[in-house]
């Protein structure tokens, strides 16, 4: 099985845990796997996880996600044909959220142009 196949298999195993088998109370919010990074030996393996809820319980959330790691490694076991499931290290991807405050950002200076614009319109700069 080559890594990419393994990455695969990983993220969508850990997406079903997330999901429907941790029942943390520290747990808070909507988690997603976007990507898990397994080393060349699977010995570890990096979940990337997107996190939506109230930002001040994502870290709490986080600590309580790496607290479990053990218990999802033995759910993997159980589900995943792998001599060696790896050692997991979650840790949160916040690319989302960056994109969304860069598209705000350019939504803020085309409403600005936009704004200019409506107030510079009709007026000349002719070079008389």
Do not use: W
């Not at 976007?34 to 930002?55: C, I, N, Q």
């Not at 993997?76 to 840790?91: E, G, H």
């Amino acid at each position: 099985m080559n890594i990419e196949r393994i990455n695969s298999e990983l993220s969508k195993q850990l997406s079903v845990i997330f999901r429907y088998e941790l029942n943390d109370p520290r747990i808070h919010g909507m988690l997603t796997v976007l990507e898990v990074k397994t080393s060349d030996d699977l010995s570890h393996a990096r979940v990337y996880v997107s996190y939506f809820g109230d930002p001040t319980l994502k870290e709490e959330t986080f600590d309580a996600l790496n607290n479990c790691t053990g218990h999802m490694r033995n759910l993997l076991k159980q589900r995943v044909k792998m001599r060696i499931v790896p050692f997991l290290r979650i840790i949160p991807d916040d690319s989302i959220e960056q994109a969304k405050q860069l598209t705000d950002l350019i939504e803020d200076a085309m409403d600005k142009t936009h704004e200019t614009e409506k107030n510079y319109k009709g007026e000349d700069y002719g070079d008389n």
